[in-house]
């Protein structure tokens, strides 16, 4: 029997569709951006090592709390009923399990990490639970959202450094404006759901036209967070070239999409938001380890 077609396999695929894993790229190459800033080069492999499990189980707790808390909701939606809780395939008390399991490997990740990172594991998973619940109340969800991706980068500088500095602030922010822009720009998908059903987002609250240009706008603020964070640790000539090709993605992803005309918008929330996270980080790598020659000693 060929390993696709095990029955733990098949279960495994399944768990990481739900959790949409391959959407990690878009949270984690900030995690290591701000462990090579606060290291100044190439963390130690242990501390990368432990970034990438905490990252991986914040986020698949995050994704598995946020498919259970809205199974009822997904199932309405015709862009998600197809996913697994709603089809059944996958049972609210398998979904809890996955969830227990990814917060203890989050917790245990912080802990091998540092006692802050360890100490600010419950904040983080409050802040990642409290999420789910935020479009039942509130249009400010998708900064919400942005908030909790943020701890990503926060989460690696602490890891790194054992402590907090104001000076990752600008990255922080970054982050948190750059998931709440396309996140509205997605949140355009569900307007007539969200107003059938009494859900709120930004869309729903300020009609399309003006989501777009409030979008665009939480950009805009992102752009000028970079250009403020490469100033605070005076990075060179890599990281700007960097910030050339993100300012190319940020305007192109703003340019396929138009009230009219929404075809193109998952290329925009997919390929071009992954491009930009991961343009920062090889640019800030090159320019930590090219430029600036420093290395860690890998142990």
């Not at 049972?91 to 917060?103: K, Q």
């Not at 619940?133 to 959202?145: D, G, I, Q």
């Not at 409030?214 to 950009?219: D, K, N, Q, S, V």
Request: positive net charge; charged residues 10%; contains cysteine.
């Amino acid at each position: 029997m060929s390993m696709a077609t095990t029955p733990v396999f098949g279960r495994l695929v399944l768990y990481l569709r739900m959790i949409k894993f391959s959407h990690s790229i878009f949270a984690l190459p900030f995690a290591f951006t701000s462990a090579i800033l606060a290291y100044g080069g190439i963390p130690a492999l242990r501390q990368v090592l432990w970034i990438t499990v905490a990252m991986v189980g914040a986020r698949s707790a995050a994704m598995g709390m946020n498919r259970v808390i809205d199974r009822k909701i997904d199932a309405l939606n015709p862009r998600t009923k197809n996913r697994e809780i709603p089809l059944g395939v996958i049972g609210v008390g398998e979904a809890a399990v996955f969830i227990v399991v990814s917060l203890a490997v989050l917790v245990y990740a912080a802990y091998n990490l540092n006692y802050l990172c360890f100490k600010l594991s419950p904040l983080a998973i409050g802040i990642l639970f409290f999420y789910s619940f935020t479009k039942r109340f509130t249009w400010l969800s998708h900064v919400v959202l942005g908030v909790a991706i943020s701890f990503a980068p926060i989460g690696a500088w602490i890891a790194v450094k054992g402590t907090f500095s104001l000076s990752i602030t600008p990255l922080v922010l970054a982050v948190v404006f750059w998931l709440a822009g396309f996140d509205t720009l997605y949140g355009l998908n569900d307007l007539e759901f969200d107003k059938q059903h009494g859900l709120f987002s930004i869309p729903r609250r300020f009609g399309k036209e003006k989501a777009i240009m409030i979008a665009r706008g939480f950009h805009i603020l992102t752009w000028a967070l970079l250009i403020l964070n490469g100033l605070v640790f005076e990075l060179g000539l890599f990281y700007y070239t960097g910030i050339v090709i993100v300012t190319f993605f940020l305007f192109y992803e703003h340019y396929i999409i138009k009230p009219n005309d929404l075809s193109r918008l998952n290329m925009a929330f997919f390929n071009m938001n992954g491009y930009i996270s991961v343009t920062i980080f090889v640019f800030v790598l090159l320019e930590k380890t090219l430029n600036s020659h420093q290395y860690a000693s890998w142990i």
